[in-house]
């Protein structure tokens, strides 16, 4: 019996389909959180370019999709990093706003140290802890300063129950605010480039799953608001000791969520 042989053009098909298969199998797809990653970066950086002004409307996340090159729900999920962090604010039904200006080059610097070196991110949480220990300082030294937009802050807090991106605008806003009050804007920028990223490790999975963590539901909620409110009570006082003891204890919580070696 005669063997067939295979024409041209199914020896080519075929040569193809093996090709095919072996850029299959080692291909190496990027995961998806990097790309998310990396949108988000594109997005602060479209902020930056096109000097938006806080309350500013982004474009549609269609619109986005099209401007930086990536899908839809990867950048809705960039969105949402970002509002996490309080840069932006997402409205149901209307769309994204531009909450802050994007701290730029220090916030990079800290970035880059953190992606070359995973584990230093325990020192970005002590070195977060230590700006607000500065800003204490300052702020109780002056006896006449008026303590502004604290309270409001805390109300917004309050008011975020069950919503982690909700929650952690309220919580960058509230730190932000308080930070503020020393007036030395190199120190709240430094700090809000610190608080930006270590605010996204603490919430990374809970970002991609599109969940609220436990502590921000229930009872548990509660407790999280009894941690902020030391911190506005000891302001409005000036009480340096009890402020110290508050920032500690938030600290404390800080890093129980994160997993942080002490």
């Known amino acids: 019996m005669t063997r067939r042989v295979p024409s041209k053009a199914e020896r080519a098909a075929a040569v193809r389909r093996e090709k095919e298969e072996h850029y299959r199998r080692s291909f190496h797809v990027e995961p998806v959180s990097r790309i998310a990653d990396r949108v988000a970066e594109q997005v602060r950086d479209y902020i930056v370019e096109n000097d938006l002004e806080i309350g500013a409307r982004l474009p549609s996340e269609r619109k986005l999709a099209e401007l930086v090159g990536s899908s839809r729900p990867t950048v809705s999920q960039a969105l949402r990093s970002l509002a996490v962090t309080g840069l932006i604010e997402i409205r149901p039904g209307s769309g994204a706003y531009v909450l802050r200006k994007p701290t730029t080059a220090v916030g990079t610097g800290v970035q880059m140290m953190i992606e070359l070196e995973p584990d230093s991110i325990d020192e970005a949480v002590e070195m977060r802890h230590l700006l607000e220990l500065a800003a204490a300082d300052l702020i109780t030294a002056k006896p006449q300063l008026q ?29 932000v605010a308080y930070v503020r009050l020393a007036g030395n804007r190199y120190l709240t920028s430094v700090f809000e480039s610190v608080h ?25 909620f509660g407790a999280q608001i009894a941690l902020h409110e030391p911190i506005a009570r000891a302001l409005q006082d000036r009480d340096h000791a009890e402020l110290v003891t508050a920032l500690q204890r938030h600290q404390e919580a800080l890093e129980e969520h994160m997993g942080v070696r002490r």
């Open 147 to 175: 303590v502004t937009g604290i309270e409001e802050a805390l109300q917004r807090l309050r008011a975020a129950r069950g919503s982690a991106s909700e929650w952690i605008a309220a919580d960058t806003n509230f730190h």
């Open 196 to 220: 930006d990223i270590v605010v996204t490790k603490a919430y990374e999975r809970w970002i991609v799953a599109g969940e609220a963590p436990p502590w921000l539901t229930g009872e548990e």
